[in-house]
């Protein structure tokens, strides 16, 4: 049988790190089947990969635009113990795609809090953390969507400015690759928070915060918060220096200034 991918082998070496791998052409959405999975009583970690969705979801509802091509991937772990700080969680899935695609980039990667990707300000790739309830036991759902190699027509779909794998290196991976490292770094690093906490990612974090030291708008629902970006805690909150003195902030969309914040919030559906 045919299959989209140019070493689809690749995927075998993955079998060992996860109980099931199954691989789409097409489908709404990896979240969304990682979801129906988990609901159907299988208890296992498991691995969703698609060639393309007809209904990816991003954060705050919005849609995740999926050409064939790209690289859609949805990772559920079994939680075998209470989650803390699902938010720090967040920003732990975050820095391990970016370790992850930074084996192949000849240029830096930053990180936008909570947990997106960035290359001179430009979005290379976006998180959807979702957690699902169940018996026997709950999951974490970390959906990945990366761009990976998009035509120039597919960019203009995109209501953002974006780029891609193929803009940061000479010599492109080929998507199983990618795909396996990104497994390896999640599952190493979800062990070492679920042993250590945030603490040891915090540095990791602050160095590549794409805004630390900028001033920023914070929005959360009405909520509109601005002060100078000091990096995060040892509890992943964001700490901004206000007229208020430091403020910690636990969720919200960062943007440059309230005119960003108001249009893009005006843009979501
Ligand atoms: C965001 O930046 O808003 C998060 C985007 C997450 C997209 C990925 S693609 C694979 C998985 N399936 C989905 O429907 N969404 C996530």
């Known amino acids: 049988m045919s299959t989209p991918y140019a070493k689809p082998d690749l995927f075998d070496q993955i079998r060992p790190l996860v109980d099931q791998v199954r691989v789409f052409g097409e489908i709404d959405s990896t979240n969304d089947e990682a979801r ?27 849609k995740w635009v999926s050409p064939a091509g790209g690289i859609y991937m949805s990772l559920t772990l079994p939680l075998h113990a209470s989650l803390t700080q699902p938010q ?3 920003l732990v899935s975050a820095i391990s795609v970016k370790q992850s695609l930074e084996s192949w980039s000849q240029v830096p990667i930053k990180l936008k809090w909570p947990n997106d990707l960035l290359v001179e300000g430009k979005k290379l790739a976006g998180i959807l953390l979702e957690f699902q309830t169940s018996e026997p036991m709950d999951h974490i759902v970390f959906g990945v969507g990366i761009n990976y190699s998009l035509t120039n027509a597919q960019k203009e779909r995109i209501d953002r400015e974006v780029t891609d794998v193929k803009e940061l290196t000479e010599k492109l991976p080929v998507r ?8 390896t770094n999640l599952i190493e690093n979800s062990r070492r928070f679920f042993n250590e906490g945030f603490d040891p ?19 959360s629902g009405t909520s509109e918060k601005s002060g100078k970006s000091l990096g995060v805690n040892g509890k992943a909150d964001l700490i901004i220096e206000s007229d208020h ?12 200034d309230l005119n960003e914040a108001r249009r893009s919030f005006d843009g979501d559906t």
């Open 88 to 90: 720090a969680l967040s």
């Open 245 to 256: 003195g430091q403020e910690l902030i636990s969720s919200g969309e960062i943007y440059f």
């Open 176 to 183: 199983e690759e990618i795909v396996l490292s990104i497994c």
């Open 36 to 62: 129906r999975t988990i609901m159907s009583g299988f208890t296992g970690s498991n691995l969703i990969i698609a060639n393309t969705q007809s209904s990816g979801r991003g954060r705050r509802g919005r």
């Open 201 to 219: 990612f915090e540095r990791i974090w602050n160095a590549s915060d794409y805004y630390l030291g900028s001033n920023i708008v914070i929005k």
